[in-house]
C-alpha cells in the first residue's frame, strides 16, 4: 500500500528592498518592497495548484503583507498566525551588515560562525531558542490534519524547518540558499521529510 504524503509548502516573504540588501534583518518589523506585489503574484502560480488547505503566517508584518496579497491571487484556505515563525532576534547586530558587525564585534562573529547552539546574539536571541521554537513549530506543522499546509515565513525560519523535518543537523542550515517570495517543497512521511523543491 503506497503511502500519500503529507505536503508542506514553505514560502519566504518577498523583498524588503535594496535599503536593507545585505543586512540582517531579523524581529524588525519592517514591511516589503514596492517590487513586492509582483513578486508575490509569480509566487501565486506556484501555489495555486498546490490547493492548500491552511496558511500558517509569521506574525511580522513582511509575512503578513505577503500572506494578504498572496490571498488576493490564488485560494490558501484559513490563515493562522503562528509567532514561533518569526525570524530570530539579532540584537544589536539588527539591520546592520556583515562587516559592520565583523568590525565591532569580531569575537562574537568567530563565535557565531562556529554555529554553537549555545551562540546568543548580543541583546538579541539564542540559536538554541531559536532551534527550540522552530523544531516546536515544525512538529505542530507535522501533526496537522490537512494534507497541504502552506507556511509563509522567513529566510532563516525556512532553513531551519527543512533541517529538522529533513533530520539535518542544525548546522546545515546555511546549504539551503532561499529566495524572497519563492516556494520550497517537501513531502512528509512518517519517516521523515523529502525535499521535492526549492526556490520555486
Not at 492548500?52 to 494578504?68: D, I, K
Not at 547552539?117 to 532551534?131: H, I, Q, T, W
Amino acid at each position: 500500500m503506497t503511502i500519500k504524503p503529507k505536503k508542506l509548502l514553505l514560502a519566504r516573504h518577498a523583498s524588503t528592498g535594496p535599503d536593507y540588501a545585505g543586512r540582517f534583518i531579523g524581529a524588525s518589523d519592517i514591511p516589503l518592497a514596492e517590487s513586492g506585489p509582483a513578486e508575490v503574484a509569480r509566487l501565486a502560480q506556484v501555489v495555486a495548484p498546490c490547493h492548500p488547505e491552511v496558511t500558517f503566517s509569521s506574525p511580522l508584518l513582511r509575512a503578513r503583507q505577503t500572506t494578504t496579497l498572496l490571498a488576493d491571487h490564488t485560494e490558501i484556505g484559513p490563515v493562522q498566525v503562528e509567532p514561533d515563525l518569526r525570524e530570530i532576534a539579532f540584537g544589536r547586530w539588527e539591520q546592520l551588515s556583515f562587516a559592520e558587525i565583523a568590525a565591532g564585534d569580531p569575537e562574537l562573529v568567530q563565535r557565531w560562525s562556529a554555529w554553537a547552539e549555545d551562540f546568543v546574539f548580543p541583546e538579541g536571541e539564542s540559536v538554541a531558542a531559536f532551534l527550540a521554537r522552530t523544531g516546536a513549530a515544525a512538529a505542530r506543522l507535522a501533526a496537522r490534519p490537512e494534507e497541504t499546509i502552506l507556511v509563509i515565513a522567513h529566510g532563516g525560519v525556512v532553513r531551519a524547518l527543512i533541517c529538522h523535518l529533513l533530520k539535518l543537523e542544525p548546522r546545515n542550515y546555511l546549504l539551503f540558499d532561499v529566495k524572497p517570495a519563492r516556494l520550497a517543497t517537501i513531502d512528509l512521511f512518517p519517516e521523515g521529510g523529502v525535499l521535492t523543491g526549492l526556490n520555486l
